[in-house]
């Protein structure tokens, strides 16, 4: 009967469907994404804070390569503090239930049994922007690439488990085992 959406100040209103009144929401911090639970008693959100340490790759010497394979020069890398928090609709009490270092959450959605939450995690790009600088070799920037990571993450548990990681696919030419022919 009702969903939740951000305004253009980061801010969360729910939005009755029947009527079609907006409610804003006093949380503690803008929200980045939103969850709101199937049976509308907790909003989960996310919000992030920049780090004071952004990495910049601006030496002139690395400009053709940086626009390159980094898409743009000067080149910035950010690590941020990313915090997933529960909001109680009753009671209007904020609770922390994840945070960690990344670039950004991406997605999020409660389970339909409210059994816990689901997310993408975009992780920050801090290791591979030093080895870039650094000049390492096209393997270990392959390695280093951040890929986007899904969560899965318990309501009595503040730490997330990894369910799965986004790379790019892999193709490789069919070989059959032990040397036998296609269509055995």
């Known amino acids: 009967m009702q969903l939740a959406a951000i305004d253009e100040n980061r801010g969360v209103q729910l939005v009755n469907l029947q009527t079609g009144t907006l409610t804003p929401l006093t949380l503690d911090f803008p929200a980045d994404q939103i969850a709101l639970s199937i049976d509308g008693r907790k909003l989960y ?33 950010r690590q941020n503090t990313v915090s997933i928090l529960e909001f109680n609709l009753a009671s209007g009490v904020t609770t922390t239930v994840w945070q960690g270092q990344a670039f950004a959450v991406g997605r999020m959605v409660v389970a339909p049994n409210n059994a ?13 922007t030093l080895a870039f ?48 022919t296609a269509g055995e």
């Open 116 to 128: 816990g939450v689901l997310f993408s995690l975009i992780p920050s790009d801090r290791e591979y």
């Open 45 to 77: 959100y996310t919000n992030l804070f920049p780090s004071d340490d952004a990495l910049v790759v601006n030496d002139p010497s690395l400009q053709d390569t940086t626009t390159r394979i980094l898409g743009t020069f000067p080149y910035e890398s």
């Open 133 to 180: 600088i650094q000049q390492d070799d096209a393997t270990t920037l392959r390695f280093l690439r951040p890929e986007t990571q899904l969560y899965w993450l318990y309501p009595a548990s503040n730490e997330a488990q990894l369910i799965a990681v986004a790379s790019q696919p892999v193709i490789a030419n069919a070989i059959p085992p032990d040397g036998a």
